[in-house]
């Protein structure tokens, strides 16, 4: 909820036409100073974060169960990697430690 709050507002508060009535001190503005710097780096996040919102849509069914068999199979393959390294190192770790 906030979320889509905070966003709506956005394009009226960081959009350039906003942004150039806004009178910022020009410290705020160059990027040369290091406050201005991290003013602009924010506004850019801002900006991109708000882009990124607006063109994200939900994933339908198809593409979510796609997703969803792409992630177990990932976590069943290193599941068996993670299996088959302990399965192997087990022997080797007793010969090691049982060998003194």
Request: net charge positive; proline share 6%; hydrophobic share 45%.
């Amino acid at each position: 909820f906030w979320l889509k709050f905070w966003f709506k507002l956005l394009p009226r508060t960081l959009s350039r036409e906003a942004m150039s009535k806004v009178q910022l001190p020009p410290f705020l503005m160059d990027k040369s100073n290091p406050v201005g710097y991290c003013v602009q780096g924010a506004i850019e996040f801002a900006n991109d974060s708000r882009r990124l919102v607006q063109r994200c849509t939900k994933p339908d069914a198809k593409e979510f169960k796609k997703i969803a068999v792409a992630c177990g199979m990932g976590f069943a393959i290193m599941g068996f990697i993670g299996y088959t390294v302990k399965l192997v190192f087990i022997p080797i770790n007793n010969i090691i430690v049982g060998g003194s």
